[in-house]
């Protein structure tokens, strides 16, 4: 069973930035694709940041040039720095894994808890 805990969430001026981290626990060999996603209140869920294992990233219009995807192979983690935040940006900020190689069902996605982002003066 994988586990995905995120940190580093807060409050944070406009034009400021934060950097969240998410790491992955459990029995498993390497994770393949990790994701950062977000939810506003009264929105859907969206895709923010992706990051294959050899590192291929791709991002959210509304996020390139600001955000960078980043992870660690070796212990597991996968982190968001965020730069210039905007009010918009505020969100609940979710981690993501598939491709779990190494447990039973390796396509089946994992969810970390969530962290608060809130970009306000």
């Known amino acids: 069973q994988v586990q995905l805990v995120e940190s580093g969430g807060g409050l944070v001026q406009p034009g400021g930035s934060l950097r969240l981290s998410c790491a992955a626990s459990?029995?498993?060999?390497?994770?393949?694709?990790m994701r950062w996603y977000r939810q506003a209140p009264g929105n859907e869920r969206e895709l923010v940041a992706h990051i294959t294992s050899s590192g291929i990233t791709d991002y959210a219009d509304s996020v390139k040039d600001r955000f960078t995807i980043s992870r660690d192979n070796a212990k597991n983690t996968v982190s968001l720095q965020m730069h210039s935040l905007k009010p918009e940006d505020t969100a609940v900020y979710y981690c993501?894994?598939?491709?779990?190689?190494?447990?039973?069902?390796?396509?089946?996605?994992?969810w970390g808890q969530g962290t608060q982002v809130t970009v306000s003066s």
């Open positions: 459990g029995s498993f060999f390497y994770i393949n694709v």
């Open positions: 993501f894994a598939v491709g779990i190689v190494g447990v039973q069902r390796p396509n089946s996605p994992v």
